[in-house]
């Protein structure tokens, strides 16, 4: 069983800058490639972004391409989301999960996920 645990949401104005976090305590989080997804009121959950477990494999929406970065820390346990040019459309709940193959698009190959942080972008 794998906890993850996300932070780093809050509320931005259209154009900002936000980090988004993700932790999960014990040595085999290094083993997991991971993910993030969103979803926004009154629709599905969606892929933002992917990488490996050794980061060399790394998968991005349309959406999130040329605007966000997906990374990690193995040696601190982290994943991050960094996301730039924000849009009001990228309004949702973000969730990281974490995947024991190379990486995926579709949040079925997912088998652990956190609870989510929240992201608003509006003025």
């Known amino acids: 069983q794998v906890q993850l645990t996300e932070s780093g949401g809050g509320l931005v104005r259209p154009g900002g800058s936000l980090r988004l976090s993700c932790t999960a305590p014990g040595p085999s989080f290094r083993t997991y490639s991971m993910g993030w997804f969103r979803q926004a009121p009154g629709k599905e959950r969606e892929f933002v972004a992917a990488?490996?477990?050794?980061?060399?494999?790394?998968y991005y929406a349309a959406s999130a391409k040329d605007r966000f970065a997906i990374s990690r820390d193995n040696d601190k346990n982290m994943l991050y989301l960094q996301m730039n040019m924000l849009k009001p459309e990228d309004t949702a709940i973000y969730y990281c999960a974490a995947d024991t193959g190379r990486g995926s698009m579709s949040e079925r190959d997912y088998e652990y996920w956190g609870q989510g942080t929240q992201v608003t972008v509006s003025s």
């Open positions: 990488l490996s477990w050794d980061a060399l494999s790394i």
